[in-house]
């Protein structure tokens, strides 16, 4: 079945430094792809998405691209903050006739220090 | 305006007992979704809604777990009798229909089963 992987946490980083966070996916046929964030005491909240292959999502200075090839979307940002400290999942939408599932990472906790 | 909301916040509980909880999606959003999320773990899909029907529950423990949205709008989640490892953070989610993209999601309840 369809699935999502991610790097496991805690990624721990001093502020401004650069951040990717690793995830790759097993879909059958053209899933979108999501990262969603959770911040300590707060619900999910959708932080970018691609819908399709070569597509870049973006917000709040994260960026990740849709790629096909290598079945990767990769979250990254030039220069974190310690209010990005948090938990980061990747998720892939897999569609059928009226469902559109979510299915999740594991999560990677991230821990920025000033 | 208003986000999805969920009661109670938390609730702990003895193996056994029953325990229900409650959903209220954003305004409008024919799409509900409940999903169970154990510490470490991404979040898992239980049953989504569209309007009062339901349209994927095959993730749900139907022995013992029981939901249902009358009138398409409010949602109830139960479990009866409760295991230890049902142990977990339950979140909701809605969206305005079901290919959409984007789903919202409550703050969750989180469920301690002692």
């Known amino acids: 079945g369809d699935s999502v992987t991610q790097m496991e946490g805690p990624v721990t980083l001093s502020e401004e430094a650069f951040l990717t966070i690793n995830c790759t996916y097993t879909?059958?046929?053209?899933?979108?792809l999501f990262w969603y964030v959770q911040y300590p005491g707060e619900g999910l909240q959708l932080l970018l998405k691609?819908?399709?292959?070569?597509d870049k999502g973006s917000n709040k200075g994260f960026e990740a691209t849709y790629r096909k090839e290598t079945t990767s979307f990769h979250l990254e940002k030039g220069s974190v903050q310690v209010s990005d400290s948090a938990v980061y999942f990747c998720?892939?939408?897999?569609?059928?006739?009226?469902?559109?599932?979510?299915?999740f990472g594991t999560g990677t906790r991230l821990q920025v220090f000033p | 305006e208003a986000g999805v909301a969920q009661s109670p916040r938390y609730k702990i509980i003895e193996k056994r007992q029953s325990v229900a909880f409650w959903c209220n999606p954003i305004?409008?959003?024919?799409?509900l979704y409940w999903y169970q999320q154990i510490l470490g773990q991404g979040p898992k899909l239980l049953i989504q809604?569209?309007?009062?029907?339901?349209?994927?529950d095959s993730q749900l423990p139907k022995d013992r777990f029981s939901a249902e949205r009358l009138k398409g709008v409010d949602s109830t989640l139960k479990i009866q009798p409760a295991k230890l490892e049902d142990s977990a953070v339950y979140l909701c989610?809605?969206?305005?229909?079901?290919?959409?993209?984007?789903?919202?999601f409550g703050p969750g309840t989180r469920l301690t089963v002692l």
């Open positions: 989610a809605s969206s305005t229909r079901w290919d959409t993209d984007t789903q919202y």
């Open positions: 879909a059958t046929g053209y899933p979108s």
């Open positions: 691609a819908t399709k292959a070569d």
């Open positions: 998720a892939l939408r897999s569609g059928g006739r009226n469902t559109d599932k979510l299915i």
């Open positions: 305004s409008g959003h024919a799409t």
């Open positions: 809604f569209q309007n009062n029907g339901v349209v994927d």
